[in-house]
């Protein structure tokens, strides 16, 4: 497949424009037509039709929309590991990180990272759901979850946390402690949304899981833990035991921990097409190394 035919086709299923992909490819318009045309007629099927509103996708468009991006970001990675070779790693590294990561554990490895390689610029963003971000915008996910991701991803597990209760001490010396998971419904209840998960079904380590009806939901792993240091309630959160900055020692107490609660993986994806570029090659293996002894 001929890559500017295929880098045409992209540029109008991604404006719905000859016209504005033409500028932001910096063809003529007649010129990106022509190739579109050529590429319809190596797949023998209509690949993109006009309305009142703009071009819009065939279903055999869709198909090759999906999977051309992806080529175009495995050439480009080609391109750029080839430069790489060996050099540290440089440029930009783009990650996407679940919400409510607490920062007191980010900003040590962000700093290891820059020490290690300083010719290497992060940009970090959040996400409610990582591996729903754009492959255009991510060199590394980091998630949670068991189950491999679906989709063009290569995913490894680099931290496995325990997932649960926690609540305040000064909460439990005022509502008392739980003995049970019937005890819970006479308490304020906090709940993280995991990817995929129900809020409202909680997991013990034996047993099935049981249902709750949480006073707060959020996919904000922090915010829970705050509110569970204010003494609001008990919350279920993935935790690697490290206190907040200031936190008292003991303001955090475990609740029913032979009881609810389970295993959470946290795994670092890398898009296919990225996954053999020297610099996130080097770079996983440094948060290996940094995440190992948590």
């Known amino acids: 497949m001929d890559l500017e035919e295929l880098r045409a086709f992209v540029g109008v299923a991604e404006t719905g424009s000859f016209l504005a992909a033409a500028d932001i490819l910096g063809v003529a318009r007649t010129t ?17 039709k006009s309305t009142r509103t703009g071009v819009v996708l065939t279903e055999a468009g869709e198909v090759l929309a999906r999977r051309g991006r992806l080529m175009m970001q495995e050439t480009r990675a080609l391109v750029a590991s080839l430069r790489e070779v060996g050099q540290a790693p440089s440029g930009l590294l ?18 290891l990272l820059r ?21 255009d915008n991510v060199d590394l996910a980091v998630h949670f979850g068991e189950d491999m991701p679906r989709g063009p991803w290569i995913s490894q597990v680099v931290l496995r946390v325990r997932e649960r209760l926690w609540a305040g001490a000064d909460y439990l010396r005022e509502r008392g402690l739980p003995d049970s998971v019937e005890a819970l419904r006479n308490h304020e209840l906090f ?4 990817p995929g998960g129900d ?13 709750v009806e949480p006073a707060l939901i959020s996919t904000d792993i922090h915010l829970i ?21 200031g936190e008292v020692e003991g303001a955090l107490v475990p609740v029913l921990a032979d009881v609810v609660g389970r295993e959470q993986p946290l795994r670092v994806s890398v898009p296919e097409a990225l996954s053999e570029l020297p610099k996130i ?14």
């Open 32 to 48: 990106l037509r022509r190739r579109v045309e050529a590429l319809e007629a190596r797949a023998g099927v209509p690949l993109l």
């Open 225 to 245: 833990r705050a509110c569970c240091l204010a003494g609001q309630g008990i919350g279920l959160i993935p935790s690697v035991d490290l206190a907040d900055p």
């Open 199 to 211: 809020a409202c079904l909680w997991p013990q380590l034996r047993g099935p899981a049981f249902q």
């Open 94 to 111: 783009r990650v996407v990180l679940p919400v409510g990561l607490p920062p007191h554990l980010l900003s040590p490895l962000f700093g």
């Open 115 to 135: 020490s290690t390689y300083p010719l290497l610029r992060v940009h970090a963003c959040f996400s409610d759901h990582p591996l729903a971000e754009p492959l």
């Open 281 to 294: 090659r080097q770079v996983l293996e440094h948060i290996r190394r940094i995440i190992a002894p948590l």
């Open 191 to 194: 709940s993280w949304q995991g």
